[in-house]
């Protein structure tokens, strides 16, 4: 069963995106994009060409460039909209033998599906390109204002792109979805979306898992477009103004004035303050001009004050006013608020809708993505990815064991979604330790004595062996219930124990919270308690070895090398159990240096060669 | 998840707990391959991924500099005079050459060649002794990172001889 493709198929731009995992992931196309211009196009040497590569030769193409179909599809000829759309439309339409409209593209004429049709087989290659499998099946998003006509419409121009249409969604209730909002009672939802060239309220209805639409809204011609434009004008009276000079006649300044005014918008959305810097814009009769201006989000907020305000009273019309105009709701009727389109990016526009409904609006999804992934998500509910069942929890507070030194040393970090095993081999601290002590506790501290205990138990039967030799594996394993299995076993003898907890999961969000932020509160100093831990430790092992070593190299090391090593050892010894963790860290050092020695010097003893007391050497005398 | 709509009907059947419970099992069954092949496809994926990731962590970083590079362009073609603009000329040498370290290359434009959207984008249309249909001048360079154009080559295109 191949996966199900989720469209959203807008008016300038179109999105994808497939679950995997049981997560929405959206895909990029051909060009690496994760969006893909609405766009088609016939060459002048008559190649068929499709998003961005249509969108590049639009200038010079305009007769042959499709766009914005999205306005004509399931729609009458004689529809107003299209009679007022005809005006600005750079291509030709016409009335097709059924009434509906057709589309002169290169020699012959078009419908609006087939147009939607050429930009969905771009989607659909791309992705199966993507995907590595073949795509058969979609969902497809649609304004929630469309008619059955234009679903309709829009279903016929998925299968000519080869998908079977599962199912047509509104684009609202696709956004809902992506924030997972059809899980609701009995809400009232609404949906801003402010794309690029059009503007769309929705009114939602949520409960038993149904989503109504109780009222739509908007402007189709106001759009992120509109606000570029506004700051091209002022920029060019500016410059207008300061140097006398008009850009707006010069259309390679003004290219670059209009990317460089986009550049700005986007970056004002997280700065107070943006320059724009074009070097050479132009020249006059006294040589190269420069274009240098800074723009700041005040100045910016104060051009598009009226557009925002605008957008404002629309929705609040489209809540307030009594069916079938609106909604006929109460503004504080309303639960939640989502937040569609790119230009929602912006802090203005956020903070406008927020004060009018007197709450946060979602909006962690990437505006210009959450409807594709709403459609992905619907497409996941129709294969069965989607289940309440399969909604897997994660484990709040790291699980951890105790360590030499009484350090929490982490098995399942915080946040790791369960059901999951880890595995790690721990060892013996002291020569011949035959039991060790499991010490299960959960926290953020760096100090088991910090963290809260959930278990403790004994593994014993350990063989007699030199320190760090035998090889104990843990397993901490959290089945979906939250349910902690932890158990010890002893490679060499077989020997285990197991304990098993059943409250890993169980702390209140507030008991949590507080543990979280008390980690925090005691971040440095924890983590300076560990360093000395680790010191110590360091020296206690490097004391061991050392030890060791002497003991092991006999003659083979010179008394003077041993006598400093031993010196070494007897200095370390002195500073380790005291609180000067500068002078722990430096014994250390001083002896693992003086510690090389010894290995050098049975490395060189190892290669001097044999000397035999009776063999002839060359030129010595010789007795018989 | 259901949406109000009169095209919507559900199908209600009869099944024993048998077959609900068969079922069940089959579509958990069914979830959970799907589940585990979705986790290895991500781990191979996940190389892939970050081969991509290095090639191109560069990217928003070159794509800056691409502007400051147009820059230079315009300034050295401004002043029409090689002596004087030398010192920059050198200076765009450099810069150039730092970034094709980092996989950047300029994307290559002859005027006269037909006009090519997949590395080429059309500012305008201009009247031309060059064929109709071909690049008549290059306004801005183009450049490719890691042979994937990121900033097509912006041209004048001609529209022929004015008739």
Redesign the interface.
């Known amino acids: 069963m191949s996966k199900i493709l989720g469209i959203d198929l807008g008016t300038t731009n179109s999105a994808m995106a497939v679950m995997e995992g049981g997560e929405p992931k959206v895909l990029e196309n051909a060009e690496g994009n994760r969006t893909t211009p609405s766009i088609v196009a016939i060459s002048k040497s008559g190649e068929r060409l499709v998003g961005l590569l249509a969108k590049r030769q639009s200038v010079v193409n305009p007769k042959n460039t499709i766009f914005s179909v999205k306005r004509l599809i399931g729609r009458k000829f004689s529809d107003p909209y299209v009679l007022e759309d005809k005006q600005w439309l750079s291509y030709e339409i016409k009335e097709s033998e059924h009434g509906g409209v057709s589309i002169v593209m290169g020699d012959r004429s078009y419908t609006p599906e087939e147009i939607s049709a050429m930009v969905l087989q771009k989607l659909k290659a791309d992705a199966e390109a993507k995907l590595g499998e073949t795509i058969e099946e979609a969902v497809i998003t649609v304004p929630a204002y469309f008619d059955d006509s234009q679903r309709q419409a829009t279903k016929n121009a998925g299968e000519i792109a080869g998908f079977k249409v599962r199912r047509i969604v509104n684009e609202p209730t696709a956004a809902a979805l992506a924030y997972g909002l059809n899980k609701k009672k009995d809400e009232k939802i609404v949906v801003y979306d402010f794309g690029g060239g059009t503007y769309d309220i929705s009114i939602l209805e949520v409960s038993d898992g149904t989503v109504e639409v109780k009222a739509t809204g908007g402007d189709t011609h106001l759009g992120g477009d509109d606000f570029d434009k506004r700051i091209i004008e002022y920029l060019v009276s500016e410059y207008k103004k300061n140097e006398g000079i008009d850009l707006s006649k010069d259309s390679l300044a003004l290219q670059r004035l209009k990317e460089a005014a986009e550049r700005a918008k986007h970056e004002l959305s997280t700065t107070q303050e943006s320059e724009i810097n074009l070097p050479y814009i132009t020249s006059d009769a006294s040589g190269p001009k420069h274009f240098l201006m800074k723009l700041t989000r005040s100045k910016l907020e104060s051009l598009v004050e009226d557009l925002i305000e605008r957008s404002i009273k629309l929705v609040k019309e489209a809540v307030t006013a009594q069916s079938p105009k609106g909604a006929g709701l109460e503004l504080s009727a309303i639960n939640e608020v989502v937040l569609v389109g790119g230009q929602t990016r912006m802090p203005a526009i956020q903070e406008a809708v927020k004060k009018l409904f007197g709450k946060e609006p979602h909006k962690g999804i990437n505006p210009d993505e959450v409807v594709a992934v709403g459609a992905a998500v619907q497409a996941g509910i129709l294969q069965g990815d989607v289940k309440d069942i399969l909604l897997l929890d994660v484990t709040p507070l790291t699980l951890s064991i105790e360590t030499l030194g009484s350090v929490a040393t982490p098995m399942i970090e915080k946040n790791t979604t369960i059901p999951t095993s880890r595995t790690q081999v721990f060892s013996t601290a002291a020569d011949n330790q035959t039991s060790v002590e499991i010490h299960v506790g959960q926290g953020e501290r760096s100090m088991m004595v910090d963290n809260k205990t959930l278990a403790r138990f004994i593994l014993d039967g350990i063989p007699p062996s030199a320190r760090g030799v035998p090889q104990v594996e843990v397993i901490f394993d959290i089945d979906a219930n939250g349910i902690l299995n932890v158990s010890a076993k002893d490679k060499a003898s077989g020997k285990s124990q197991s304990v098993k907890i059943e409250a890993s999961t169980s702390l209140s969000k507030e008991e949590i919270e507080k543990l979280k932020q008390e980690a925090a509160k005691f971040a440095s100093e924890d983590a300076k308690k560990k360093e000395f831990v680790e010191a110590r430790n360091q020296a206690e092992s490097l004391v061991y070895l050392a030890e060791k070593s002497l003991r092991e190299s006999g003659e083979k090391v010179e008394a003077g090398v041993k006598e400093s090593v031993q010196k070494n050892i007897d200095a370390l010894k002195a500073v380790k159990d005291g609180d000067d963790l500068p002078a722990i860290q430096s014994a250390t050092q001083e002896l693992s240096k003086e510690l090389q020695k010894i290995g050098e010097a049975m490395y060189n003893k190892k290669e001097e060669p044999k000397k035999e007391p009776n063999e002839p050497q060359p030129g010595s005398n010789q007795s018989v | 998840?259901?949406?109000?709509d009169k095209n919507n009907a559900s199908d209600i059947t009869e099944e024993s707990e048998l077959q609900k419970l068969e079922r069940e099992r089959d579509?958990y069954l069914?979830?959970w391959k799907?589940?585990k092949a979705?986790?290895i496809?991500?781990k191979h994926d996940e190389s892939r991924r970050v081969e991509e990731m290095i090639a191109f962590s560069n990217k928003a970083l070159i794509y800056e500099l691409i502007t400051v590079l147009d820059?230079f362009h315009?300034?050295i073609t401004?002043?029409n005079n090689a002596k004087e603009t030398k010192g920059l000329s050198i200076i765009l040498g450099q810069l150039e050459e730092s970034l094709k370290r980092f996989g950047l290359e300029k994307i290559t434009v002859t005027p006269g060649v037909?006009?090519d959207?997949?590395t080429?984008?059309?500012?305008?249309?201009v009247v031309s002794d060059k064929p109709?249909?071909t690049v008549d001048e290059e306004?801005s360079r183009g450049y490719a990172l890691h042979n994937?154009?990121i900033r097509?080559a912006?041209v004048q295109?001609s529209?022929g001889q004015a008739s």
């Open positions: 998840m259901e949406e109000k579509e069914e979830g799907r589940a979705d986790f496809n991500y820059s315009i300034a401004s002043h037909p006009f959207p997949n080429q984008e059309a500012i305008q249309e109709a249909g306004v994937k154009v097509p912006r295109v529209k």
